[in-house]
């Protein structure tokens, strides 16, 4: 195998070939950082410690607070206001001396003085809603916001505390040190909300017809701040789209409403004898035993006869929880109410449906089934749902919470529904009750990070509309072969990563500043997580990998650092270099094909070569046998120093070379008639793996991917060279749109002549 040092080391002496590897050199370009693209990300990242250690896993010293709660709430039905009284309980885990507390007050971002609406940037819409109008420019602003009308120790005694917006500073009557528990109530009220003219996640929905409300209720009590190793007290100001950041605890709490209202929320419903009639207990028992339907616990016709009338009587429903990071409920005398029981592992956990009439036949037929299949779906691709129960509420909105959470999709008053409304409403409940593996139990701090819950969470909820639509086939409408997913597919990101530059933010921005806020929290890392998975690691090392980082994090608090670092750890796989440019950068992917070079081989030296062998006054017959190339339709190539005949050149040069082989070694050689040189470019910013589609002239095709590292050297542009048995007609890079690229234009040789999606889009825009 002597021969191939002679071609390496002949055609770099001679720099005759472009078949030589070499290194082109990017053009520098006006504000270029020279940043290396694959420099590891040890600037952006934390350094490791005793509490989160560079394997992305929790260290020897990792801590996290806990806050307990006893509560009683009770709801003014009347006069939609709340009235609440709790015990909090503070456990200090850290190392640290706690000289105060911080208590969120998220409801104040609907107090009279909130600051949030001075913030919005707005201007009179061309057509709004008179109920809009009519809440914006002609009534006084509601006060929403918390009234607090004591803080005291257990003993009575007032705590000195000072409000600051949506937070609560508490004063300890003696600094906490590790270890140690401190109890204090607070007692509040507020006016409820109607989330539906007034926003929220939390509220009430009017219902005109018999006077009656829906409560979906949430942050409707003051929560405890997380303090922890990398934040100190995260209390960072509510604004109202920033979500929440909750320490971990254990709720004790008991609910007064109407007597006919039907309620559920986070934790163990304690007193259900008390609570529910014998026909209720018989149904539950039947639904604890249904495993591929649900069970009516009340039915609509008994919901629709409660509707009709108010109880003046009240009931006390109690529920708790352990180990949840929020609580939330609902209540109404509107509802429905139906279960079944659902495997994971080896427990059962119950799937349930609250809604009213408004949202049949929808609801009845498809929300609890969502449910059942998303803790399928999710404990497969982390762990074992660990909660006994998940709740799906129908309301005008998406939102979660431990165990319970709020979900759109309301077919009209005649009950007709369009394929947009139920693949609509399927997907919400997938999304929320997703939420409860991320951020409910693998605790990331949203209030920081969106994208480490709607990120993760959507990228989850795209396998699990997938397998949904397998396991329940009857719900996909008859044009649909699979779910029609509206994230998680590359190519449905390219709009936002291909649009205006000003209006975009890098996935690493805190969510209450980021534009395109569904974008970029919600699409672009679910994208990413996806790639990843289908495209860069593959099913197995990922879903490994995966599967690690939320047993790690299950009921801990990771950040962005802990993420990265287990999916590298868990892997072998480097992706720093797509870290940097998919979650910390707005680049976007932009490969294409510059050009492409035909060859043929000849033993006959060209006259370039001659010319520089002559200048450096050496002959030919002084080198080792040497191998030339001549391109396709140059100079060499016309003057007739190729015969044209590429087999016949071919079969020359290698007699030319055979010499050099064993008659063994001859036989195991490949008889390649086809030499190119492909230049592919590189225009958008992101590094990827660069796939390609070769089809020959017999019509096979061959897809080969080279490694994102591909791009190390050189950002802008990369050679290959080919030799190949058959003649190639056709390449394609990307050929199944699994990168993103913005531009496809450039995606073909020889060039396809049609408009790319992403001009498409371009020439839309400018309509
Ligand atoms: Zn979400």
Redesign the pocket.
């Known amino acids: 195998m002597k021969i191939f040092k002679y071609f390496s080391f002949a055609l770099l002496f001679v720099c005759a070939s472009t078949f030589a590897q070499e290194e082109i050199k990017p053009e520098r370009k006006p504000g270029h950082t020279n940043q290396n693209k694959f420099k590891q990300l040890y600037d952006e990242f934390a350094t490791p410690n005793m509490f989160r250690t560079g394997s992305g896993a929790p260290g020897p010293a990792y801590y996290q607070q806990q806050a307990d709660y006893k509560m009683d709430i009770e709801i003014d039905d009347e006069n939609a206001r709340l009235f609440g009284n709790e015990t909090i309980t503070y456990t200090n885990n850290s190392p640290d001396e706690l000289k105060y507390l911080w208590v969120q007050l998220d409801q104040n971002m609907r107090a009279e003085d909130s600051k949030t609406p001075l913030i919005s940037n707005d201007r009179p819409q061309e057509a709004t809603y008179a109920s809009s109008f009519t809440n914006k420019y002609l009534k006084q602003a509601l006060d929403r916001g918390f009234n607090i009308e004591h803080v005291k120790d257990v003993n009575g005694k007032d705590l000195p505390h000072m409000i600051n917006r949506t937070m609560m500073r508490v004063e300890l009557p003696k600094p906490m040190k590790t270890g140690d528990k401190f109890s204090f109530k607070i007692k509040w009220n507020y006016n409820i909300n109607n989330h539906v003219t007034e926003g929220g996640r939390s509220g009430y929905e009017y219902f005109e017809e018999n006077d009656n409300r829906i409560y979906v209720m949430a942050q409707f009590y003051p929560r405890m701040a997380v303090y922890n190793d990398v934040e100190g007290w995260q209390n960072s100001q509510f604004w109202g789209r920033d979500?929440f950041a909750l320490p971990f605890g254990d709720f004790d709490v008991n609910i007064t409403v109407p007597a006919d209202h039907i309620l559920d929320g986070t934790g163990y419903l304690v007193n259900r004898e008390e609570v529910f009639t014998k026909d209720m207990m018989k149904r539950f028992k039947q639904a604890q035993k249904s495993y591929d339907k649900p069970v009516m616990i009340v039915t609509q016709d008994e919901a629709e006869q409660t509707e009709k009338t108010k109880s003046k009587d009240k009931k006390t429903w109690k529920l708790s929880a352990q180990m949840v990071r929020d609580f939330g409920f609902a209540t109404s005398r509107k509802f429905i109410w139906d279960m079944m029981a659902v495997k994971i592992g080896d427990k059962d956990v119950m799937a349930v449906s609250l809604y009213s009439k408004e949202g049949n036949p929808l609801w009845e037929q498809w929300s609890t089934r969502a449910v059942a299949s998303t803790l399928k779906s999710y404990s497969r691709m982390t762990f074992d749902y660990p909660y006994h129960k998940a709740i799906s509420v129908h309301a005008p909105m998406?939102?979660?919470y431990p165990m319970i959470c709020y979900n759109f999709g309301r077919p009209d008053k005649d009950g007709n529904y369009s394929d947009r409304t139920k693949y609509g409403m399927i997907s919400v409940i997938i999304?929320?009750v997703?939420?409860n593996f991320f951020p409910m139990i693998v605790n990331s701090d949203e209030r920081q990070w969106t994208w480490m819950?709607?990120g993760l969470?959507?990228f989850v909820q795209y396998v699990a509309e997938q397998d949904f639509a397998e396991w329940n086939p009857t719900a996909l409408s008859p044009n649909d072969k699979q779910y029609p997913s509206r994230r998680g597919p590359a190519k449905n990101i390219v709009r936002y990563m291909g649009g205006e530059q000003d209006f975009i933010a890098p996935i690493m921005t805190k969510g209450l500043n980021t534009y395109q806020f569904g974008n970029n929290a919600?699409g672009k890392p679910a994208t990413g997580l996806n790639i990843l998975r289908e495209t860069i690691m593959g099913r197995d090392l990922f879903d490994y990998a995966f599967r690690e980082y939320s047993n790690r994090w299950m009921f801990k608090h990771p950040t962005p650092e802990d993420f990265f670092r287990t999916m590298e750890d868990a892997s072998a796989v480097d992706l720093d270099w797509f870290w940097r440019g998919w979650f910390y950068t707005t680049d976007y992917t932009d490969i294409g094909i510059k050009e492409v070079k035909k060859y043929q081989v000849t033993s006959n030296p060209t006259a370039a070569v001659k010319k520089q062998l002559e200048a450096q006054g050496r002959s030919i017959d002084d080198l080792p046998p040497l191998v030339f190339f001549v391109e396709e339709g140059s100079e060499d190539y016309e003057a007739g120093m190729s015969s044209g005949n590429v087999s016949e050149n071919v079969k020359t040069v290698k007699e030319y070379v055979m010499d050099n082989f064993t008659p063994e070694e001859r036989k195991q050689l490949k008889s390649p008639n086809y030499f190119y040189n492909v230049t592919f470019n590189k225009p958008g910013g992101l590094v990827m793996p660069l796939i390609v589609e070769y089809t020959y002239a017999d019509g096979t095709k061959e897809k080969v991917t080279y490694p994102a590292q591909v791009w190390r050297l050189n950002d802008a542009e990369v050679s290959k060279s080919i030799a190949s048995e058959k003649e190639i007609v056709s390449i394609v890079v990307d050929p199944d749109l699994e990168t993103a690229d913005v531009d496809t234009t450039n995606n073909s040789w020889p060039k396809e002549v049609k408009d790319s999606e992403f001009d498409k889009f371009k020439n839309s825009v400018k309509d």
């Open positions: 979500e998406g939102m979660e999304h929320e997703g939420h819950d709607e969470n959507t919600y």
